[in-house]
């Protein structure tokens, strides 16, 4: 049998602390977005209807990549986090503070992910968000291009979000830091969990923050659901075809092909 279609994915937005959800999210097939993947899909929207493109790009939302901090002001970038497994391997979160963000004992330690000194992480991100970088140095960011895991993807998003500012803003200086990374303003003294947060245009210039709270019910983030395979018009019409007379054929056409076609190019799938 040919496989003429290429299965795809229906995405939705959840409103609920990710932490709190991850099990029913797992057992109901849905994956959430990593900080790549969300700015591969803003760039798969640009050419969508304003509609679609805009609940991309003016919205913040949440991703699966966690930030690790140190109270010796080191980060950690802790890709696909074994964190929002539904059972993790690495105990993460203290069972006495369950909602406070302190991570459990040496969890710092054996989570993976890419880590940078208290310097560097001065040197590439403030309390705001507001650091002045250029192309070159986005694209030379260790924060961005270890989010990114693709340095064509950076490169291309970068160019995208500039872009896009342009025409939010204007010409101006927002270009140096639209793409900024804020970190937590307060000290700690244990080590916490925080996400990483694609932020809007509206709020900080479309940059990312390290300090999204996992349990918190108002963070946003995406999810991509289940493989669906959606039929092609003509086999809609095929199988339509056994059941209504043929002197109907056309009519059903004409009242599903709009349906079909409005979906397809409205990119609700990838």
């Known amino acids: 049998m040919l496989k003429l279609n290429e299965p795809h994915h229906e995405y939705s937005v959840f409103d609920a602390g990710l932490l ?10 849905f994956t959430v977005l990593s900080m790549a993947e969300l700015m591969q899909r803003k760039l798969d929207v640009l050419t969508s209807t304003p509609e679609v493109k805009d609940s991309w790009w ?3 939302f949440c991703t699966r990549d966690a930030a690790l901090y140190h109270p010796d002001g ?6 696909d986090s074994e964190i929002f497994l539904e059972q993790p391997s690495v105990p993460v979160i203290e069972r006495h503070f369950e909602e406070s963000e302190i991570l459990y004992k040496n969890a710092f330690e054996k989570l993976l992910g890419e880590e940078l000194n208290k310097a560097d992480v001065a040197k590439y991100t403030d309390t705001l968000g507001e650091k002045h ?7 030379n960011n260790p924060i961005w291009r270890a989010l990114a895991r693709d340095d064509k993807l950076l490169e291309e998003y970068a160019r995208a979000t500039l872009k896009e500012a342009e025409k939010w803003w204007g010409k101006g200086e927002y270009q140096q ?12 003294e244990q080590p916490v969990l925080k ?20 349990f918190n019910p108002h963070e946003n983030f995406i999810a991509r659901g289940p493989k669906i395979y959606t039929p092609a018009l003509e086999q809609i019409i095929a199988i339509g075809s056994k059941y209504v007379a043929p002197m109907n054929i056309e009519a059903l056409r004409e009242e599903i ?10 990119n609700v799938y990838d």
Request: net charge positive.
């Open 20 to 29: 709190k959800i991850r099990s029913h999210l797992y057992r109901n097939g």
């Open 58 to 60: 003016s919205n913040s």
């Open 74 to 79: 080191r980060l950690k970038i802790s890709l």
């Open 133 to 139: 970088f250029s192309l070159t140095e986005i694209l």
């Open 177 to 188: 830091f639209v793409m900024g990374i804020s970190r937590p303003a307060q000290d700690i």
């Open 195 to 214: 996400l990483w947060r694609a932020s809007n245009f509206v709020n900080s210039k479309n940059g990312i923050c390290g300090h999204a709270n996992p």
């Open 257 to 266: 092909e709009p349906l079909y076609v409005t979906k397809k190019n409205n």
